[in-house]
């Protein structure tokens, strides 16, 4: 307990001690005791809790809907929708879709896509093969395990595979056509195709904002194709 005798301004402690008060050490002494926190504490508070994005959990479960659509779509479309006499038993690789008007730029959109047709295939049970598996697995002590890359020193340069779904996608002021398709790898045979209107939500704008050109000044190594007989 502090006892403050203003005349000699000094403050007592309970075991006897002795402290001065200036009047800087008087003014935190009253802001402490009225709960008042200091000049930017709240503002520095305020602007952590402030989220980056304005994306809602609902444009991310609406976004996600639509894709599974496509995939249903893709499937239902199948000319042999059995699996076991399908060209797909064989394996699907998923790739990156691109813009419509420039079929070397992609983006997080593009890459989305991607990676939600592959769960969709693999939840039917459609086999899917990952392009991404490094050879080795990487660790790091302050920074996880990794198993995935995109250098294609780390990766196989050969992969099997009978058919590959990819697609394209147009953007518009207030919609993103999309347009996917199979393609048998051994005769570019089309296997199956879907359509989707997707509206331009916000989740939707973020993943448009940062395109990729597949054009890089650095040439990139080919993956090739393991011969599947016919």
Known sequence: MVRIKEKSRQCRFDDGRRLAITPWLLAALLLV?????????????????????TVTAEEGVALARW???????LLASLEEPDLAFSPLRDGV??????????????????RYLAEQLMNELQQHRVPVVELRTSREVRLRETGGEYGLSRDPAEIANQVAAAARLTGTYTVTAEQVMVTARIIDNRDSRLL??????IPRLEVVDELLSDPVSGQQPQRSEPMYMKRLDL
């Open 93 to 110: 690789m998923v790739l990156s879709f691109v813009e419509q008007r420039k079929l070397d730029r992609t983006t997080s959109f593009g």
């Open 67 to 73: 894709v599974s659509r496509i995939g249903e779509q």
């Open 192 to 197: 199956a195709s879907a359509t989707a209107v």
């Open 33 to 53: 005791s009225v709960g008042v926190a200091p000049v930017g504490a709240g503002n520095a508070a305020a602007s952590e809790a402030e989220p980056s994005s």
